[in-house]
Structures are given as structure tokens and as C-alpha cells.
């Protein structure tokens, strides 16, 4: 059988979730495609170079989609239609058994209005990431907003799964939704020593990691511009930042030559994502627009370092109930202010024993059988128990 994992995205955590489930259908004996973006601007062929560049040699990478220019989609009629047709075109030049859609949300938006696309069926599987379909944000334009995709994503013929846990909520009773395990990005043997050697951080400096795309979504530009001026404390900002996020920083220069301001702004291979995670202290998952599933908070957590993050949405549901670290109303200013000067005061702790069915949860072990459980049949025997609430 031949399977086609499609990404026409490459921001984020989109390519490094397609290489991971491509990379868990490979140890079968199907023929596995990756097809990814053609984007050739710079940032585009870093991330496919520091994501894709050991890929297992039994995939068959071909670089062939014209997704969104952005990198991103957002779910609407442009980009959606834009990445439904780059996925329908590699499905015409692959002619595939199956269609992985390893971030499938602006494709399931374009679907739900168009019934009678080849991809509306059930050889076509995608994972759902998006907040819009699981949480609420203020006012009556996002409820609306929110209600017309739910309706969409509701007359979907896909086969379903999720990395947030509320999105099942959000779809027909009779929509079944696996979640999947969303494990560590980043892997580093090195020793928080070592680590921290490499960035040229001290021993004694209390270290507060911001990882990922840094952009007025994830909040990155108030984080710098609330950072407490507290001796012996570091802000660390790795990863690509978009102009807001360089202009934040900018502002508050005076903090940046001794160093409790610190930003590498470039996109990190596997390894020096690994090591900032070694390094640091506290993670931030401080977002105030981002509502959905975190891909660092769980990175956060498989390093065993406190968070501090969101007080709602997915991230809300996790840090306090599973002892990850501490939460707050990150879309208020001064509530974030207030918090962050407590967090260098007080950094929060991580209890290992309350965090233990994420930590089991979120493994790669755990994401191989899920990911050829869902696709291949099920084979529920050597999966680890779901530590979220059931689907009333």
C-alpha cells in the first residue's frame, strides 16, 4: 500500500509533526511519501533542512506542494483552498492508497463546504490542531467565527484525530476523534552544564526559555516588554522572531549587554533546540492568542521544567491540574507583569508525581502505536492510557 503524509506548511511545529508520523509508517512495509512544501525562500529551506535532513531513507521525500506563502494557513476560504489544492495535486501525482494530513485544519475547513472533493472520504486521515473548534475567545464575532467551522468540520467523511483534547467536543457525537501524542520536539544528551556552556549562560542564573515561532500570537513582544528588571535573570528567546517581536526586543536594548535579555533568532536543528530546553529553568508558554495544543508545553514537560502559560484554553487545562508549573491571564498586561515579576521572585516547581500520565502520554513509543493504530487498524494492546477527560 502506498501512503502519502502531505505538509504544504513549514512554520512551526508542522514539518517536525509530518517527519514524525511519516517516520512511524516507515517501520512498516508500505511505501511512505512526504510531500512538503516547494517554498524556496531562505526560511523555508532552513526549516526543511534542519527538520528533514535525517529522514529515514526508507521515506520517499518529495518537496512538491505550493502551500500558503506564509509558511501558515489560516482557516479561511483563501489559504484553505490554496493547501486543498496543493494536497488534491500531489494526490494526483502519487496516486496514494491513503492521505495523512498531518496538520489537516484549513483542509477540513475547504472539505466541510466541499462535500464532493476526492479528499472528503474515508482514505483521507488528518489531525486536528486548531483552538477555533475547541475553545471559546471574546465576543460575538469569534462564537460566530467559531460556529461556522465547527458546522464545516461536522459534515467532514475524514477519518479524525487530534492533539487537543476539547476538539472532539466541538464535532458530531458520532465523529470519532483519536488523540495523538504529541512528543518532545527536541532531544539533547548533553547535561544542563554542558548546555548551558554552549549558550555561554552561568551555573547560577535563573533561566526563562521562550522556544518556538516568536510572533504577536504567541505573545513573545509582551513578554520582553514586561520582563522584570531582577538581577541574575534571564529572559532566553530561541527561535525565528517575527518584526514585532525584533522591534520589542529593540526597545529594551539597555537589558541586552548584560544579558538578561538573550535572543538567537534562527531556526534550531533537533539538537540546539534540545540544549536550550537543557538549559533552562522555566519554560513560557505565555500566549495570549493561541488557545489550542502546545507543542512546547509538552516538550516542557518531557524535560521535566516548570511552565509558566496561559491560564485558559488547552494549556490553561494543563498546567495547574497536572502540577506543570503555574498559570494567569496572559491577554492582560498588567496580570502578566504582575505574574512574571512573582514567577522570577517564586519560579514555580514541576511535580513530577501529578505530571505523570502526560509524561507517559506524550512519548514516541506512545505516538508509533497511536499514529499505526489510527491509519493501519487498531492495536490497542501497548498503548498508553489517555490522561485527558473522556468524551462525555
Not at 16 to 33: C, K, N
Not at 65 to 73: I, M, Q, R, W
Not at 230 to 238: C, D, G, Q, S, Y
Amino acid at each position: 500500500m502506498r501512503i502519502l503524509v502531505a505538509e504544504a506548511k513549514w512554520t512551526g511545529h508542522h514539518l517536525f509533526l509530518a517527519r514524525e508520523v511519516a517516520t512511524e509508517l516507515a517501520v512498516t512495509d508500505h511505501d511512505i511519501v512526504l510531500a512538503t512544501t516547494a517554498d524556496d525562500q531562505p526560511s523555508a529551506r532552513e526549516m526543511r533542512r534542519s527538520t528533514l535532513d535525517d529522514l529515514d531513507p526508507r521515506i520517499d521525500l518529495r518537496p512538491m506542494l505550493d502551500g500558503p506563502k506564509a509558511g501558515f494557513s489560516h482557516i479561511r476560504n483563501d489559504d484553505s483552498r490554496v493547501e486543498c489544492d496543493a494536497v488534491g495535486s500531489a494526490v494526483r501525482d502519487v496516486d496514494p492508497d491513503l492521505v495523512i494530513l498531518p496538520s489537516g485544519d484549513a483542509v477540513a475547513y475547504a472539505l466541510g463546504h466541499r462535500r464532493d472533493h476526492p479528499l472528503n472520504s474515508s482514505r483521507t486521515k488528518m489531525i486536528l490542531h486548531q483552538p477555533y473548534v475547541g475553545y471559546g475567545g471574546r465576543g460575538w464575532k469569534f462564537a460566530l467565527r467559531r460556529e461556522s467551522i465547527r458546522r464545516r468540520l461536522r459534515r467532514l467523511r475524514t477519518s479524525l484525530a487530534a492533539l487537543d483534547h476539547r476538539i472532539a467536543d466541538a464535532l458530531h457525537p458520532h465523529q470519532t476523534v483519536t488523540m495523538i501524542p504529541n512528543p518532545p520536539m527536541a532531544t539533547t544528551e548533553r547535561t544542563r552544564e554542558a548546555a548551558r556552556a554552549i549558550f555561554d549562560i552561568a551555573d547560577d542564573q535563573l533561566v526563562f526559555l521562550a522556544a518556538g515561532e516568536h510572533s504577536l500570537r504567541k505573545g513573545t513582544h509582551q513578554l520582553v516588554s514586561n520582563w522584570p528588571d531582577a538581577a541574575n535573570t534571564v529572559l532566553f528567546i530561541v527561535g525565528r522572531c517575527s518584526d514585532d517581536v525584533r522591534a520589542a526586543v529593540d526597545s529594551r536594548r539597555r537589558n541586552l549587554p548584560d544579558g538578561r535579555i538573550r535572543v538567537l533568532d534562527e531556526v534550531l536543528d533537533n539538537q540546539r533546540y534540545g540544549d536550550a530546553f537543557r538549559a533552562a529553568d522555566v519554560v513560557t508558554v505565555c500566549y495570549p492568542m493561541h488557545f489550542g495544543a502546545s507543542g512546547i508545553l509538552n516538550t516542557a514537560i518531557a524535560y521535566r521544567k516548570p511552565v509558566i502559560g496561559s491560564d485558559y484554553g488547552c494549556i490553561g487545562d494543563l498546567v495547574e491540574p497536572f502540577g506543570i508549573g503555574t498559570s494567569f491571564d496572559c491577554r492582560d498586561e498588567a496580570t502578566m507583569r504582575t505574574n512574571l515579576r512573582k514567577s522570577v521572585a517564586s519560579p514555580p516547581r514541576f511535580d513530577e508525581q501529578l505530571a505523570q500520565p502526560l509524561i507517559d502520554f506524550h512519548t514516541q513509543e506512545n505516538l508509533g502505536t497511536t499514529i499505526r493504530s489510527w491509519i493501519l487498524g487498531p492495536d490497542e494492546s501497548d498503548r498508553s492510557p489517555l490522561p485527558y477527560p473522556a468524551r462525555s
